[in-house]
């Protein structure tokens, strides 16, 4: 299975933009790999953020992100981002990055993910 690692999280005010990084602890092979992104904040379920397909065919975007987040991949660079702008404070939480399935209107993941990053957005 692969073993994902995530970056780019921190403390930013609403409004603002951060950048998250997933890539795999090896260095390689990650564009093998359909990659999403989950949150997870204290008192919610987990929500799938986002999601591209290994050749970018397919891309999906939760309703409370959509037209503020995108993702993107350089599987060149074995490397999947997610550009947050125009950050909310109910944009807080923990992204983990996973595999798993991606279509136009939905991500599931796999039950293997890295430790996450740490986003939290101030008033």
């Known amino acids: 299975q692969v073993q994902l690692v995530e970056s780019g999280g921190g403390l930013v005010q609403s409004g603002g933009s951060l950048r998250l990084s997933c890539t795999t602890t090896?260095?390689?092979?990650?564009?093998?790999?359909?990659i999403g992104w989950f949150r997870r904040a204290p008192g919610k379920d987990d929500e799938g953020v986002s999601c591209?397909?290994?050749?970018?065919?397919?891309?999906y975007y939760s309703d409370s992100v959509k037209g503020r987040f995108t993702i993107s991949r350089d599987n060149a660079k074995n490397m999947v981002y997610l550009e947050m702008n125009n950050l909310k404070v109910e944009d807080s939480g923990t992204y983990y990055c996973?595999?798993?399935?991606?279509?136009?209107?939905?991500?599931?993941?796999?039950?293997?993910w890295g430790q996450g990053t740490q986003v939290s957005v101030s008033p």
């Open positions: 996973a595999a798993g399935v991606c279509r136009s209107t939905y991500f599931t993941w796999n039950d293997y």
């Open positions: 591209v397909s290994v050749g970018e065919g397919d891309t």
């Open positions: 090896t260095g390689h092979g990650l564009g093998l790999y359909v």
